[in-house]
């Protein structure tokens, strides 16, 4: 359980970078240099949440550092119209505000906290993880300590706290940003 806790905070750790298109790995794939930030609707959750169901099946098979084929391309399109978006690049677009949220949230206590206090909270869990080998809790408190040296901008629009915070269980169990205990 200890270990489930530790992958999951490891997780959320490299996954709010990665959305920001700043780090080296991702800057090549996506070619986005920063987050637009939008104020988010009870509908575009909703429509996020119907959406992911569909497209995780679809989005899991690709390799991380790989460019879609059009077929996909379009197969995304599709389901991200079929819930209410403008096209893929819209859901993206919520789903990446959306996580932006998620990461300032404490899955404990399911409040927003900020994340910069998840992150710290993290490396403590970590810390305190006996069950953890030397060799895993090293490597993840390098990337927990890299999280905080590049933290994710400000959320702009403070309603999305509010909207984020009356989906979180259902956001979290979709989009995985809870580590469940």
Known sequence: MATLAADAALAQAKQPPAKQGAPAQA????????LKQ???????????????????????KLPDDAKPDPKITAQLDGIAKKNGFSSYDE???VVDNISLVLGGFDPQTKKYVGPEAVIKAQIAQVQADKKMSAKDKKEA????????????????????IDLVTKYYDKLAEVLGASDQE
């Open 27 to 34: 800057a090549p794939a996506q070619q986005e240099p920063q």
């Open 141 to 160: 408190l390098a990337d927990l300590n890299e999280a905080l040296k590049s933290p994710q901008p400000a959320v702009e629009n403070k309603g999305n």
């Open 91 to 93: 859901y993206n677009t």
């Open 38 to 60: 939008i104020a988010l609707t009870d509908k575009q959750i909703e429509n996020a949440l119907a959406a992911t169901k569909e497209m995780d099946p679809i989005t899991s």
